[in-house]
Nanobody
Framework: QVQLVESGGGLVQAGGSLRLSCAAS????????MAWFRQAPGKEREFVTT????????YYADSVKGRFTISRDNAKNTVYLQMNSLKPEDTAVYYC??????????????????WGQGTQVTVSS
């Protein structure tokens, strides 16, 4: 089992930045592929980004490419999402997710076995 706890959400003005963190416990962190998803009000949850166990490979949704950066610190069992140039359409609950197995840039929710409880990000115009 893996437990994931997100933090760092909040209210920010358009053009601003936030950094989300996701702390993992319960299984060897450096064997896990990690990802971020988000769910806006009235919409389905969508893929944002993913990172391989080593941190050497990443993949981003087109909507966040060039603005968001995923990273991980295996010594701290933590994955991060640096969000810059935020837009009102980035407003959502952001979820951390994890999966074992070989690396590939999975974008489907059902590829991930473990989920956090989510953290709210609100971007005001």
């Amino acid at each position: 089992q893996v437990q994931l706890v997100e933090s760092g959400g909040g209210l920010v003005q358009a053009g601003g930045s936030l950094r989300l963190s996701c702390a993992a416990s319960g299984r060897t962190f450096n064997s896990l592929t990690m990802a971020w998803f988000r769910q806006a009000p009235g919409k389905e949850r969508e893929f944002v980004t993913t990172i391989s166990w080593s941190g050497g490979s990443t993949y981003y949704a087109d909507s966040v490419k060039g603005r968001f950066t995923i990273s991980r610190d295996n010594a701290k069992n933590t994955v991060y999402l640096q969000m810059n140039s935020l837009k009102p359409e980035d407003t959502a609950v952001y979820y951390c997710a994890a999966r074992g197995g070989r690396w590939y840039p999975a974008q489907q929710e059902n590829a991930y076995n473990y989920w956090g409880q989510g953290t709210q990000v609100t971007v005001s115009s």
